[in-house]
Nanobody
Framework: QVQLVESGGGLVQAGDSLRLSCAAS????????MGWFRQAPGKEREFVAA????????FYADSVKGRFTISRDNAKNTVALQMNSLKPEDTAVYYC???????????????WGQGTQVTVSS
């Protein structure tokens, strides 16, 4: 069982940066790939970024590639999402999730946090 708690969301202006963090409980954190997803009002939840259990491999959605960076610290059971050059279209509730593999589909992620709101004003 893994419990996830996100933090770091807020209201920023376009072009600003924001760093989201996700704290995980449980002793098996490094066994899980970790992902960040987001859901805007009226839209389906979508993939943002994922990182392998070891932290060596990373994968990004095209919409955030070059602007967002995912990282993890297995000693602290945390995963972060550094978001730079934010755009109004990045506005959404951001969720972290734990899944079996780097390329897991959204339905394969086993554990989810409660989400944190990110709002980017133009």
């Amino acid at each position: 069982q893994v419990q996830l708690v996100e933090s770091g969301g807020g209201l920023v202006q376009a072009g600003d940066s924001l760093r989201l963090s996700c704290a995980a409980s449980g002793r098996t954190f490094s066994r899980y790939a970790m992902g960040w997803f987001r859901q805007a009002p009226g839209k389906e939840r979508e993939f943002v970024a994922a990182i392998s259990g070891s932290g060596i491999r990373r994968f990004y959605a095209d919409s955030v590639k070059g602007r967002f960076t995912i990282s993890r610290d297995n000693a602290k059971n945390t995963v972060a999402l550094q978001m730079n050059s934010l755009k109004p279209e990045d506005t959404a509730v951001y969720y972290c999730a734990a899944g079996p593999a780097l390329m897991s589909t959204i339905g394969e992620y086993d554990y989810w946090g409660q989400g944190t709101q990110v709002t980017v004003s133009s």
